[in-house]
């Protein structure tokens, strides 16, 4: 999609994501490369910012408050099939990623991430940025990433994964609270 086939001349990019510090320095920072910028805060917030004018970028955090990012992406593709989306988080894992480029993700990238990389990643320039390892994943980075794919296999329901995986609940949410393990 070519972002300039708008009549203002300006693209438009809806950022979505709960930390608001974030949100205010992405957004200074794709206004001074031309784009027209919304930001918001939640998923509703952010479903009605683009029913007010669809935008032809976003960039979507994956945990939105209780909302997944994946589902509001589902939701802005429902709108408009050609926006292009990149997923922001600091919470990677494999089958996030997968579960993100299936459902229309252009891009899957893991915080921080500056406004060049997101920019690059938006109009699809260039592969991809993460090196590929020759060390295998830690035992601690493949649980992560097995915890994950079963959560993303039952919808992102805490107690049936819970339940598939063996493990008390509570145990099950203090292990995705935390950050994943660096590898």
Not at 47 to 57: N, R, S, T
Not at 92 to 121: C, F, M, R, W
Not at 155 to 173: E, K, W, Y
Request: proline residues 4%.
């Amino acid at each position: 999609m070519n972002p300039m086939d708008l009549r203002d001349g300006q693209p438009r990019l809806l950022i979505a994501d709960d930390d608001e510090t974030l949100c205010g320095v992405l957004a200074r920072a794709f206004e001074k490369r031309g784009f027209k910028v919304s930001v918001a805060h939640d998923y509703r917030s952010a479903l009605e910012k683009a029913a007010g004018g669809i935008p032809q970028f976003a960039v979507l955090d994956l945990k939105l408050g209780d909302t997944s990012g994946l589902q509001l992406m589902r939701e802005l593709l429902g709108l408009d099939a050609r926006m292009r989306v990149v997923v922001l988080t600091g919470y990677a894992s494999i089958a996030t990623a997968i579960e993100a480029v299936k459902l229309g993700a252009h891009q899957y990238l893991t915080k921080p991430a500056n406004a060049d990389e997101l920019v690059a990643a938006l109009r699809g320039d260039g592969g991809s940025s993460t090196p590929i390892s020759d060390r295998p994943l830690s035992v601690n980075r493949l649980e992560w990433e097995h915890i994950n794919r079963v959560l993303v296999d039952n919808s992102g329901n805490i107690s049936a994964t819970a339940r598939v995986l063996g493990m008390h609940r509570r145990t099950l949410q203090r292990k995705l609270s935390k950050r994943p393990v660096r590898n």
